[in-house]
């Protein structure tokens, strides 16, 4: 079948990376995709915003058969629900499945922090008490945060690329943030609302479902690393390592997350109707020996696919049909039972202003157990250069974490361009796994 990858980062490479792999796949294209997804299929100029008329004329002139939506943008403005009745109106032909990701309503899952808490309310999931707020009870919000105990967490209700979330340390910190948030629109729409959230403390993890709306399957768990600085210092990023599996994930931990957090969520997906068939990234917090959700994503992570897709040896396209077809019950996923470790090179200033078009020299070093999978790069004049502020990522397995981190960091003192920086200490609390 033909495929259609939406999406341009490193997680989008890993997919397709994975996609190329099955003999069910005859043509994978990637809209707009990067140099390394380049490697794995057929890089198309198409970019999905909100007008998604280029994408299916696309779909009908390459006879495309499943969309795969990497990012959550093109999923929260509705590219589900496009297709869908796109093919209503006018079927796309035999074979078509259709696109793997939530509707529009259910992507709110992400889209929304206040459509998550009170999805989760209502169907008994663990995590933070909170309270919402705009500017029409405003001082009743200020009033509220001074009276959280520290640290109190703000986050911006709608997307804000990952920069919405802000742990703050004292009551004058968390007005000046609820104000900026609110009456200054510090995160544009994103904070027309502002949820006052309890701050948890634990260790974080990420879990990846893949649902047909009834069933699921769990693939493997993962944690990242969002500080820019080592030791888990200094300003968030969109990720800048990750591990899986993640050692303290052990059997008795991931039964309490099925039974308290996934059965629940696609339960309540179920009983509510909400149409949702693919991904959905549960973001956890192990408090003590018990696991609270932090946030739902409707798309893989990134870097976390990094090293999820890796240890994934099930056909992923086998997977992606069973879920479009509603045939996901009784499927088993198999994993690779090494750890993976993937670092991410970023350019020089990150998460802040940084320059690109500095050239990349020794991406041939990656060998053996190493996969390298492209972020922000490009092509110009015939080299390979720098395009964003994550700029690639090294993955390496290993039969520890702090073996596999090893693999990553050799092959990334062997890469070099311009003002280049990764964390040298992804995996430090588990070197000994």
């Known amino acids: ?244 599996p993640v050692p303290f994930a052990d059997d008795v931990f991931m039964k309490k997350v099925i039974e308290r957090v996934v059965e629940p969520t696609i339960n309540g997906l179920k009983q509510e109707r909400i149409e949702y068939k693919g991904f959905i990234f549960i973001g956890l917090i192990k408090v003590g020996d018990e696991p609270f959700v932090i946030e739902y994503n409707c798309r893989m992570g990134d870097p976390e696919t990094e090293v999820v897709m890796p240890r994934l040896k099930t056909d992923l396209v086998e997977l992606l049909v069973a879920a479009a077809k509603s045939e996901l019950k009784g499927i088993k996923v198999e994993q690779d039972p090494r750890f993976a470790v993937t670092v991410v090179a970023v350019s020089g200033g990150y998460p802040g202003d940084f320059l690109k078009g500095y050239e990349i020299d020794g991406l041939d070093q990656a060998t053996g157990s190493s996969l390298v999978f492209h972020a922000g790069t490009a092509v110009e004049n015939g080299k390979i250069v720098t395009n964003g502020g994550r700029v690639l990522t090294v993955t390496s397995f290993g039969n520890s974490v702090a073996e596999a981190a090893d693999y990553s960091r050799h092959i990334l003192n062997g890469i070099s361009y311009k003002k280049m920086y990764f964390r040298k200490d992804i995996g430090w609390e588990f070197e000994t796994s």
């Open 1 to 244: 079948m033909n495929i259609l990858l939406l999406g341009s980062g490193g997680r989008e490479h890993a997919l397709a990376w994975k996609i190329s792999q099955s003999p069910l796949c005859s043509q994978l294209f990637i809209a707009p995709g990067n140099t390394g997804t380049a490697q794995c299929g057929t890089n198309v100029s198409i970019k999905a915003g909100k007008d998604f008329q280029p994408l299916e004329n696309f779909c009908r002139d390459n006879k495309v058969q499943m969309i795969v939506a990497g990012p959550e943008d093109p999923l929260v403005n509705g590219v589900y629900d496009y297709f869908k009745a796109a093919h209503i109106a006018n079927p796309f032909g035999e074979g078509w499945l259709g696109v793997i990701g939530p509707s529009a309503y259910a992507a709110q899952l992400e889209g929304s922090k206040t459509f998550a808490k009170q999805f989760m309310q209502r169907h008994h999931i663990p995590t933070a008490s909170y309270r919402e707020f705009s500017l029409e009870n405003f001082e009743e919000g200020k009033h509220y945060v001074q009276k959280q105990p520290l640290p109190v967490v703000l986050k911006a209700d709608g997307l804000a690329a990952g920069k919405g979330v802000i742990i703050c340390q004292s009551y004058i910190e968390a007005v000046t943030e609820y104000e900026m948030m609110l009456q200054h629109s510090k995160f544009g729409e994103a904070s027309k609302k502002v949820v006052v959230e309890e701050f948890l403390k634990g260790i974080e993890l990420s879990v990846f479902v893949l649902t047909d709306g009834s069933n699921y399957v769990i693939l493997p768990e993962a944690k990242d690393y969002k500080r820019i600085g080592e030791g888990d210092m200094g300003l968030n990023t969109g990720g800048m390592g990750a591990v899986s």
